[in-house]
């Protein structure tokens, strides 16, 4: 892949706030991981597991912690932190296309729509009665933006993203395609023959900075606000139920369940395909592993987990058996040392 | 939230059925939890453990079981069932938009399609050849309809669901959006190198007063139909394949993944991320807890789950580290017991 | 259901390749189940546990293996794979709909874009700046095809499919409706008070004879392409991360999640609801079975299971807060065995 931007080295060190040490006109196009990178490209040592890769590594230049001075041949970019530094320097180089400013011919903009300054709305999208849109937003291509959504500065929803009526997002707010913020909670009363359907009067309000993968579902509140805070990032095909509360700067990871009124505090981390039941409450830096199920409140920081570890189906056929007599070996061996004891 | 709608109390005591205890003439003007009430709003008491709110509850009125008349003083709805009456409330109050009746200048309706009176079709909204809309049918912004689908009576699809052709939705469906009704099941003849396709001849059938959620699949059936009964309601991306039968009634919480040719009885509730392998029949008024698998069909009614319970992962890591060792663990308590015995 | 094609016997024992015994003109105008086949309609025995049905069923004709012959009267197609014969009998009794070859009058197709021969595009997709179609590509309605994606020959993208910048589709790539191909990874560096976006890079690589189900999602590469092999199947509901490499005609069942840099091997199965954390290498022929966790690299083909069997809840809660003690029990034991040892 070639990217059409370059910079040098000076720049670079300048824009990504590190330490130079080689030739500030060398001209970098790239980047690459130490592995793969080529001569002109940019690389860069965050997990020290790759560090023996540093003396074969052919890019041009390496983003490195000064502890790794030593074991780096050639150009280097020095600094504290190369992941963040590496992060950075990935919108330098980000190469994917440029909306058109202004509305596309084809979509359909309510007459009562607030649009702000530099907004790109593409083909076939529809924006309904009362939305109100920042500057610099874009609506790419078949979304659905429903009555009276707003919408802050610089937020960017992606081909087909549907957000129904009422949903505030604030600024920076990145949605992907196949999104859809807004459906209706899940909520029935079980009139004992069958289930009336709650409505749902509530909305969903997005902070600042939040992130929003492809295929993921956001459902309103049932009276009040779903709630997502500032700086959440959230992966692809995340469900997050009506009423819940996700704390500032959390990262809910791809394929995470997250049933009704559920709270999760801040930088808290949802390990891919977990799952929470509902009106649980989790503490700030609380991190749950892939795939695991978090079905009573959590007060306290640290790692939480469910389930088995791997093996050949044969092996864990015959200890899922034995799962099942658990309670039996803990009585029968319990007995054993009764009888011990005695003795 | 301001809601546009304002009811007195003794028009609520007709609509919801309830005995008014206090002032007929109060206005209420919505919804709200006990805790979080103000004046002029109704709140429920349904599950007893909020009984203590009752005291300090801010609402103009309170939706209340005959049981708990005295724990409550102000003005009361009594019934019942009061989070039933609640549902019912809701939709009084419901604000959410009312589409416009009539095609939108940009939908495309094929020329063969018959549709009902007080049809509302959405910008973009394209409808195939040879589909049959009922009366007061809801079809969004976006939202594709294919050849030969039929829809009953009041049925809303939200902006951007898909239904593919020869799907037949009852009255009274609602899908959310991102939805897709109708995809090819999951069908492949292993020839020894590659995958040789199914293709998949039947349709998907629903009932009626069926919910669908957001970001829902439900395959289409490779010979005859799947069938999803009436009253079901589906949460968000739920995954129901090709061949399944889902009775009446039946509750399907999100994220739950449901494999080909599984009959599912009635009155059943699927808890959030659970699964069925394929080829399972489960009877009526099963509950599978959340994130739980059924692997084996269930011919009682009961709750059933699998998995284990969350613990700090530094504990969990010890004792799954065990369960590989269950069967060992299992048959060495056993000798132990034999060689006990013998003495 | 009735199907409109019309085969006689004799044209499909030539057409699956098996040998006929009964009446050439005998004429087939569908396929059914040994269970529901009426006159008229053609069957087949591929699991040999339904051979008991064979006597009773109302099938003009069987596909059949040789060893089941004098189980089965009337009509046979004798085949040493019924399966594949089926499947590829459902290829000829197809009756999904034709699209209408030609750009529909409201499609949005970029002047830069070079189409093949014999394209449908339908209502209201979009196709952006650079895209390259092959020949008989079908864009169903409602899609988005970001710049400079190329589509090989025969693909089929379902309704409001989205396809972001830069993918590239081998030929015959069959795409389910919701899905999305191309989002960014899920890429964040920690600045240890937000996180900060690594704009990814990379992009999509799909083989040839690939199919994807309905709300799938497959991430865009992080500096280089994800990647997809020849005739990989890929279920509806699955998610796809960045960087993962999945080898050819491996096959990804329903709902199930893969994280970043993830290898696969070739003809592995994954089942439904299964999950691979990040950065684990699969080799080839592994099986994972239903809502099992692969958290650690499998080097040798075979199958792999976690988690436990489904019990009544009542029983599964004793034995699963006897997991939380399985370490102790563990310990408990090998004392008993040392003291025993001891005597």
């Known amino acids: 892949m070639t990217h059409k931007k370059k910079y040098t080295l000076a720049q670079l060190a300048e824009l990504l706030d590190a330490k130079l040490t080689g030739d500030g006109q060398c001209e970098i196009t790239g980047l690459a991981t130490l592995q793969n990178a080529k001569s002109g490209q940019l690389s860069f040592l965050s997990n020290p597991s790759y560090a023996g890769q540093l003396k074969s590594c052919q890019a041009s230049a390496i983003l490195i912690d000064e502890k790794f001075l030593d074991s780096c041949p050639g150009y280097k970019l020095v600094t504290s932190s190369p992941y963040v530094a590496f992060a950075k320097a990935t919108q330098l180089f980000d190469n994917s296309p440029i909306p058109p400013k202004g509305i596309h011919d084809s979509a359909s903009v309510d007459t009562s729509a607030v649009l702000g300054k530099n907004v790109s709305i593409g083909p076939n999208a529809v924006i309904a009665a009362n939305v109100s849109l920042g500057d610099d937003v874009v609506i790419a291509a078949g979304c659905y933006v429903g009555e009276s959504v707003s919408l802050g500065n610089a937020c960017k929803l992606h081909g087909n993203v549907t957000i129904y009526h009422r949903v505030v997002l604030g600024n920076n707010v990145e949605v992907h395609s196949g ?15 069958q ?8 909305g969903v309000k997005i902070g600042d900075n939040v992130e929003i993968g492809a295929g993921t579902t956001i459902d309103r509140g049932a009276l009040e606000d779903t709630e997502i805070g500032n700086g959440v990032k959230i992966d692809n095909q995340v469900q997050i139920g009506h009423n819940c509360k996700i704390g500032e700067h959390s990262i809910i990871c791809g394929c995470t369940g997250i049933a009704g009124s559920v709270t999760i505090g801040k930088y808290c981390i949802m390990g891919g395909g977990s799952g929470v039941v509902g009106h649980v409450t989790i503490a700030d830096k609380v991190q749950v592993s892939a795939m695991s199920l978090v079905s009573q409140s959590i007060p306290e920081p640290g790692m939480y987990s469910t389930g088995t570890i791997q093996s050949k189906t044969s092996v864990w056929k015959r200890n899922a058996i034995r799962f099942q007599q658990l309670d039996s070996i803990a009585k029968r061996l319990k007995e054993i040392e009764n009888s011990t004891d005695k003795k």
């Open 195 to 202: 289930s009336v359907k709650i409505h749902q009067l509530g």
């Open 179 to 193: 999104s859809v913020i807004g459906a209706d909670g899940f909520g029935f009363a079980f009139d004992g023959r």
